[in-house]
């Protein structure tokens, strides 16, 4: 374990002597962003009141018009019935790059990324610490992105066809609230004129080159032109799936427009106090900054529109809004599980504990939905109210076992 820290520690050491112009910036915008002095970035927080301001002011200083968007948690929000932050004032920054076609300026690209994290833990946590919860990979290395994609465009020459639109997103823990009080208020132009959204969340952890560009299949056109952006191959681009999904790009992809998920997939420290800083892969956020900036670019230069592909709305499920029902298992992070998920405990009173689950089971199913890993876990808890009854189905030193659990209501 502490020979497992050191060498993280040194890896982060390294990069910082050897990196590009670019990760040296982002490294610095991560430092910040994932700060203890930032108290996890939970809505409500100063932590969060001072990210944003430094967003804007990045934005600003790389020649961006910028603004705040402030908007308030309604106390009907899901989220905020487990919470005490319904009413709590919080905001979106904008920042737009007008576009310098006549015809096609009033079509919009969105470029976006949340800034908010979970705070002190809580609500949303996968673990049971309260202590600061940094978010260093969710989602301080997407609004780094975020934030040196501005740096990117702003300097690019000529400007783009279409106008860019670049938003950090506020309140997506809690149910993508942000993102939701956006396209319900976008700027500068009504939603009707948006073109294609791109998401940022959680790009920090880039592992042999592979990133996930999920909602590929929302527009007929993604997929040629991922891979014409993708020369010379820069990833090892897997590029799939509909725009459903538990972040914002599903608010964008609920109004019937194309849209991409920028991901570089979960780990251990996912939603939990350990997410830091130390372990982002830095050039790798710089990398899929500058993809993602000839992406933008390139959509915004297109001529012709993109041809929308619809999907439903996954059965059950609340399309990325909330947090479904609660179980009460502790996940096993230390690996070694490739079919389920090792949990390392459950919580006292939990319907886990109820279920008769323990330490080393290993979930393989939850109703009817398989469990593979710890994302499809978090699905199949979103797509269950609380009061469902479902069958856990677990593997016990090699042994099937099935019980059942009444699922509870999440609490902070
Ligand atoms: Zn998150």
Request: proline letters at 5%; zero cysteines.
């Amino acid at each position: 374990m502490i020979a497992l820290l050191l060498l993280t520690t040194s890896l982060a050491v390294q990069q910082q002597d050897t990196i590009s112009p670019a990760a040296r910036r982002v490294l610095a915008d991560v430092r910040f962003l994932a700060a203890d002095s930032q108290e996890g970035r939970g809505v409500g927080t100063a932590g969060l009141t001072r990210s944003g301001a430094y967003i804007r002011e990045s934005f600003a200083r790389a020649g961006l018009q910028a603004s705040f968007q402030d908007f308030t948690i309604s106390p009907d929000a899901p989220a905020v019935l487990h919470t005490n932050l319904g009413g709590s004032a919080t905001r979106n920054v904008v920042a737009v790059i007008p576009g310098t076609s006549k015809t096609l300026k009033g079509e919009v690209v969105v470029v976006g990324a949340h800034y908010d994290h979970l705070g002190m833990g809580g609500f949303g946590a996968l673990d049971t610490t309260t202590a600061v919860h940094n978010g260093a990979d969710d989602n301080a290395s997407g609004t780094a992105a975020l934030l040196e994609i501005g740096r990117s465009l702003a300097q690019r020459r000529p400007r783009p066809a279409r106008t860019i639109v670049l938003v950090a997103f506020s309140g997506e823990e809690l149910g993508t609230l942000g993102s939701s009080y956006f396209v319900q208020h976008p700027l500068p132009q009504p939603i009707d004129s948006l073109y294609a959204m791109l998401n940022l969340d959680m790009v920090g952890r880039l592992r042999n080159a592979r990133l996930m560009a999920l909602g590929a299949a929302t527009a007929k056109e993604f997929p040629s032109l991922l891979d014409s952006v993708n020369t010379p191959a820069r990833f090892d681009l897997r590029a799939s799936g509909d725009g459903w999904g538990p972040s914002d790009h599903a608010v964008f992809f609920a109004t019937r427009h194309p849209v991409l998920h920028f991901f570089t997939d979960l780990h251990e420290d996912y939603h939990r106090a350990t997410d830091d800083w130390d372990k982002l892969n830095i050039g790798g956020i710089a990398q899929v900054a500058q993809f993602v900036s000839d992406l933008a670019f390139a959509l915004a230069n297109r001529t012709g529109p993109l041809t929308f592909v619809d999907a439903p709305r996954p059965q059950a499920s609340t399309g990325g809004s909330g947090y479904g029902a609660y179980l009460g298992t502790i996940p096993d992070m230390s690996g070694g599980v490739s079919d389920g998920v090792r949990i390392s405990g459950v919580r006292a009173g939990s319907p886990a504990e109820g279920a008769g689950l323990q330490a080393g089971d290993v979930i393989t199913a939850i109703g009817d939905k398989r469990i593979a890993n710890l994302y499809d876990m978090t699905d199949a808890l979103r797509a269950h109210q609380p009061g469902d009854t479902v069958v856990i189905v677990s593997r016990r030193d090699g042994v099937e076992r099935r019980a059942t659990a009444v699922l509870g209501r999440r609490s902070s």
